[in-house]
């Protein structure tokens, strides 16, 4: 592994532009909420009444505001060393939204996911995205303290159709793009000028759960792009294709893991 830090940092210093591609492995790990004893009491309170499912989200928005640990601040710490000074781009599949306070560009960086920064109309029925309402917030986070009973929970609704208010994020009924779209158009601009620079794209972690947004035209880059070179770190999915085989490298790691080991070096 260390041989392979070792390359990859001179891949990035020697590269015009680099790419990163943040998959499903570099996301928090949601079993820490599972396993917190106050939610699960409030699991078997809420049961299956359908009218309390919206508070989880607003419960995982706790533990993310809570703080990120110290092996993600790692993580997001080297990654953010690495990049500097660099002209980058970085695609993430993660809804954790670590990557925002992370201390990265925002006009560098795009999530199709969708997170927990903004909301949304669960239909969508007007194509805008709205703030979160602090109250709800702050009243989910009261009745995690046990200050106040389920009963006096009210679920956010969209102040125009009075359909539910949603997280803008994959999942949701109508996933308003717009919170995104944006930031998309800018990177497929940015991706039009690696044409024929050196450009090394390093892909942390991801899976085949959206393939179509990180694997396969990261693949593609490479192929048609002769100074291009691809890291591929995922535990199992590491693997790269034949025709990008003397360009790539597939590394079977934990992505963290990975670049931590840059550091020691
Ligand atoms: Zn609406």
Known sequence: MDRECLELREKIQDAELVLVGLGEAC???????????????????????????????????????????????????????????????????????????????????????????????????????????????????????REIPLTALEEPVCGRCGEKLRFNQLGVERYAQEGYLEQWSHYTKWLQGTVNKKLCILELGAGMAYPGIVRFPFEKVVYYNQKAFLYRVHPQLYQVGEEIADRSLGVAENPIDFLMGLEKL
């Open 27 to 145: 996301q928090y790990d949601w079993n820490a909420l599972l396993q917190d004893e106050r939610y699960q009491e409030i699991e078997r309170e809420t049961g299956d009444d359908e009218r309390y499912v919206w508070i989880v989200p607003f419960l995982q928005k706790m533990i993310l505001r809570r703080g990120r640990g110290e092996r993600w601040e790692k993580f997001y710490h080297i990654l953010r060393k690495m990049l500097e000074g660099k002209n980058y781009f970085i695609v993430s599949l993660c809804m954790d939204d670590y990557l925002y306070d992370a201390g990265f560009d925002e006009s560098k960086v795009v999530s199709p996911c969708g997170g927990f920064r903004r909301m949304q109309c669960n239909k969508n029925c007007a194509g805008e995205l709205s703030d979160m309402p602090e109250e709800s917030y702050e009243a989910v986070l009261r009745y995690y303290r």
